[in-house]
């Protein structure tokens, strides 16, 4: 049986990077980021939720 060191430097030995493009919003569904995104201003500028938070049901965003 392998270690868990010996498993994952075998996973890690067998990696290869991919590679980062650029799509429109409305195609970015699924996939993952290459970088943060970083909010450059409050949305809203003001406090008005409740909990300061959001949450949505992913079946009524998509």
Same mark, same amino acid.
């Given at each position: 049986?392998?270690? &868990? %060191?010996? $498993?994952? =430097?075998?996973?890690?030995? !067998?990696?290869? /990077? *991919?590679?980062?493009? #650029? &799509? %429109?919003? $409305?195609? =970015?569904?699924?996939?993952? !980021?290459?970088? /943060? *995104?970083?909010?450059? #201003?409050?949305?809203?500028?003001? =406090?008005?939720?409740?909990?300061?938070?959001?949450?949505?049901?992913?079946?009524?965003?998509?």
């Amino acid at each position: 049986m392998l270690s &868990v %060191a010996e $498993a994952l =430097a075998r996973v890690l030995a !067998l990696m290869r /990077p *991919v590679g980062v493009e #650029r &799509v %429109a919003l $409305a195609e =970015a569904g699924g996939r993952v !980021l290459a970088e /943060p *995104v970083v909010a450059t #201003r409050d949305q809203p500028p003001f =406090a008005a939720s409740a909990m300061d938070g959001y949450a949505l049901r992913a079946a009524d965003a998509t």
